[in-house]
């Protein structure tokens, strides 16, 4: 059974989020955008509620867990503020890579407007290509739904900026203790004959990150310290195609460029 987004609040009478994404005996999570009392208890006194978002009613983003819809709404702050919109307000979370059931749970949603179009977003993991291509498989049947595999195992690979990391820290420019660590993990997953770095055992309580560097790394604080210029390529690929999608961000004119006549 899939685990309720646990910031998600009850749905008002005046949303147009679609009932299989808020109604509390959906299998499936999502946000209507009205802010949770615990969100309302972590904000400061006397700075009131923050913005309620509307979902967008022909779009849906697909995510594994709760972490990685934190982490894309911190990176969605930093390039656009339309795009964290769409995320806090339109994405529904798995419980793990599921892209059948993202599947499902799209074909109802199709019922309900004709012209809806999804994004699923999942982990590379330690997957094959062979089994990559079933996954691509499955979503190929409905072409209004798109797939994203990041590039790197996980997208907590993503926060792996020493940069990033020193300023969370408050570590001294100088001090690469970051860059140490991460370099013997690569050493260690190359000699293991595995790739990619396994993020998720590097952050977190226990991760060999955090006890090298004496501190607990969490990944929803490092990503709201990140900065646009710190985002992977993959990053800004992704949330490009999520503005296509939602149409928030609209798609560029074409420009063809001619050749001089002779």
Not at 104 to 114: G, L
Not at 198 to 216: D, I
Request: hydrophobic fraction near 35%; charge should be positive.
């Amino acid at each position: 059974m899939l685990r309720k987004d646990p910031n998600r609040s009850p749905q008002g009478a005046d949303s147009r989020s679609s009932p299989s994404a808020t109604s509390s005996s959906a299998p499936y999570s999502a946000h209507n955008g009205r802010a949770s009392k615990s969100d309302r208890r972590r904000r400061a006194p006397g700075k009131g509620p923050g913005p309620r978002h509307r979902a967008i009613d022909h779009f849906v983003l697909y995510v594994e867990g709760a972490r990685d819809r934190e982490i894309l709404g911190s990176w969605a702050r930093r390039l656009d503020p339309s795009l964290a919109r769409v995320v806090e307000a339109n994405t529904v979370i798995l419980g793990g890579r599921q892209p059948t059931r993202a599947l499902e749970d799209f074909a109802k949603r199709r019922n309900r407007s004709a012209e809806l179009r999804g994004l699923i977003v999942l982990d590379r993991d330690h997957h094959t290509a062979e089994e990559a291509l079933e996954v691509e498989a499955v979503v190929a049947g409905e072409p209004d739904l798109e797939l994203f595999v990041w590039g790197h195992r996980h997208i907590e690979s993503y926060l792996l900026v020493p940069a990033t990391l020193r300023r969370v820290l408050g570590i001294d420019p100088g001090d690469d203790r970051i860059e140490r660590a991460l370099a013997r993990s690569t050493r260690d997953a190359a000699t293991s004959n595995k790739s990619l770095l396994h993020a998720k055992r590097l952050l977190g309580a226990g991760g060999s990150l955090s006890e090298a560097l004496g501190v607990e790394l969490r990944s929803g604080e490092i990503a709201k310290a990140m900065r646009s210029e710190e985002l992977h390529a993959d990053v800004h690929l992704l949330f490009d195609r999520i503005g296509r999608l939602s149409g928030v961000i609209a798609d560029g004119p074409e420009i063809v460029i001619r050749a001089p006549r002779a």
